[in-house]
């Protein structure tokens, strides 16, 4: 099994280029920085090291992946974003967002797509996505990115569902991808934990082990088109929750 897995030199892709390899695969690790690919998995077996960015040439990417043997599973997982409110962004912002958030997953995975209609192969492909396709982050080239891989991820699990090839993707939460070394980072995550009815912040490897169930043919091979939200529950926050402090509270205050 020939994994893709981009964005994978830090935090989730890392995690889930780990969680392939432990599974026997042989993975195709992408990612912008060489820096990062070399400290977290140089040097490990079955990984191939690959430095490009999605964003700016997928389909040259996608044929260099192919003249080292068949692929069996893309997993998109790259993201970016500029940080900057709509009042602020520049057209060339959103250009860097979408080239590499939508562009780069849709070409590079067009690509590879091919190839597995070609050869009548059954591929699998898996998004990471993010709570912010449906909910407003206040960075609007992300959370629009990830709205429109949503529906991309419908439209691809129809279209290629005839050829076998199954598109799935997870919607991650609150996800703790950074240290926790400042006494900033733990009261951040401290203040981001209290919305999550599991009371915690989710780890790289809860996304990654949901990437790996919907990958493989004996746990999700009647599963396409869906999306797995790994979030501990934070989609069910609700805004009465900042106004009173336990649900008795609630109904005594509303009683009129």
């Known amino acids: 099994m020939r994994v893709v897995v981009t964005g994978a030199g830090h935090g989730i892709g890392l995690a889930i280029a780990r969680s392939f390899l432990r599974e026997g695969a042989l993975v195709c690790a992408v990612d912008v920085s060489e820096e990062n690919l070399a400290a977290q998995l140089g040097g490990t077996e079955r990984v191939q090291l690959v430095r490009a960015d999605v964003g700016r040439d997928p389909r040259a990417l996608a044929a260099r992946l192919l003249s080292g043997g068949d692929v069996d599973i893309v997993v998109n997982n790259v993201g970016v974003r500029s940080g900057k409110s709509f009042l602020a962004i520049e057209p060339e912002d959103l250009r860097r967002t979408y080239a590499t958030n939508i562009e780069g997953p849709w070409f590079l995975t067009r690509d590879l797509a091919r190839q597995w209609l070609a050869t009548g192969r059954r591929g699998s492909v898996v998004f990471v996505l993010s709570l912010h396709a449906e909910a407003v982050r206040m960075n609007p080239d992300y ?58 912040l ?17 746990l999700a091979a009647y599963t396409t088109g869906s999306v797995i939200t790994v979030d501990g529950g934070l989609r069910l926050h609700n805004w009465l929750h900042d106004l009173y402090t336990d649900a008795e509270d609630e109904r005594d205050t509303t009683a009129f």
């Open 143 to 200: 959370s629009t990115s990830k709205a429109a891989l949503a529906m991309l991820v419908k439209e691809l699990a129809v279209e290629l569902g005839p050829h076998g090839v199954r598109v799935n993707a997870v919607a991650p939460g609150a996800i703790d991808t950074w240290s926790t070394a400042s006494e900033r980072s733990r009261a951040h995550i401290e203040r981001s934990s209290r919305p999550v009815p599991l009371g915690r």
């Open 202 to 218: 989710g780890t790289a490897d809860d996304v990654a082990h949901w990437v790996l169930a919907l990958s493989d043919e004996r």
